[in-house]
């Protein structure tokens, strides 16, 4: 995945901005900023879900605009908010997404079952998704993404809102598709602890300006700040420490989760 020059405007206001930005196949890259910096926004458009204002980016090697429908079959996108339908089973839930990615109906019942042993999620497949937990919501959202086998997934910020409990074993999932499927993994996070154990590389924005990318080994060298952590480089880099940048966030979010639950 590259970006050249990516930029997107909402009126006089630049939410990304100029962004070149490369990620390797089989890399699980972590998008860090604080609120409001552009991850998401960034995110939509290389997912094809928002067009730039200007620049370009390729997905796979293929073009976000003028070869979207196959970005779109090429990728998967857990988004932030609820991709789910509480009202269907997860069983259900995923046949409809196996029926949107256009999966042979002689493969969808296996391809479904084989989404539903990889997230653990066979024993409440014919449960209506309203009564899963948030870390069993976040699986099966995995399980739909990847149901095309895609060779790259986005998460938005894949365990906001979840306990430490489901938060490992959202990230076991995120390692075993690493390992299984070498997928590559671009995500955004709040939780800095979650980018160092999950992410060979990190990015972070701000203000829609990619500030640094590299390794933790690189960060720490380009700062002159050997021994850092990720919080104090994103502090470093930002002006603010990942704690306080999230709060807001966290909150919004975790209301969310509670109201996805209810
Ligand atoms: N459709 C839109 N119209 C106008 N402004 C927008 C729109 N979408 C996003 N923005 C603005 O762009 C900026 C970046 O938003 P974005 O959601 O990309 O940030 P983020 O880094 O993902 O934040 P968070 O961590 O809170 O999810 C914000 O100031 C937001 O208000």
Redesign the pocket.
Same mark, same amino acid.
């Given at each position: 995945m590259q970006t050249q020059a990516l930029t997107?405007r909402?009126?006089d206001?630049v939410?990304?901005d100029h962004l070149d930005l490369t990620v390797a196949e089989g890399e699980v890259f972590g998008?860090l900023?604080?609120? !409001?910096? !552009? +991850?998401?926004?960034?995110? +939509?458009m290389l997912t094809t879900l928002?067009p730039p204002s200007s620049g370009s980016a390729r997905v796979e090697g293929l073009d976000v605009v003028s070869e979207a429908t196959s970005v779109r079959a090429a990728i998967g996108y857990v988004p932030?908010a609820l991709s789910a339908d509480g009202e269907l089973t997860g069983y259900e839930n995923l046949f409809v997404f196996a029926s949107l990615y256009d999966i042979p109906r002689a493969e969808r019942a296996q391809r479904i079952a084989e989404a539903l042993a990889f997230m653990d999620l066979q024993d409440a497949a014919g449960r209506l998704v309203a009564t899963y937990s948030g870390g069993m919501i976040r699986r099966l959202e995995i399980a739909q993404s990847m149901l095309h086998r895609p060779r790259l997934l986005f998460l938005?910020?894949p365990t906001v809102g979840l306990d430490p409990v489901a938060r490992d074993t959202v990230w076991a999932h995120i390692r075993e598709l690493r390992a299984k499927y070498e997928t590559t993994i671009f995500m955004?996070t709040?939780y800095m602890e979650e980018a160092q154990a999950l992410c060979s590389r990190f990015g972070i924005?701000r203000a !829609?300006k990619l500030v640094v990318c590299g390794s933790l080994v690189e960060l720490r060298a380009a700062s002159g700040q050997p021994g850092a952590t990720l919080d104090e480089l994103f502090a470093h880099y930002t002006g603010e420490s990942a704690e306080a940048?999230?709060a807001?966030?966290e909150t919004?979010?975790t209301r969310q989760s509670s109201q996805r639950l209810a």
């Open positions: 997107r909402f009126g206001h939410v990304v998008l900023g604080r609120n !409001g910096a !552009g +991850k998401s926004t960034l995110i +939509k928002l932030q938005d910020e955004t709040h924005l !829609g940048a999230g807001y966030g919004s979010h």
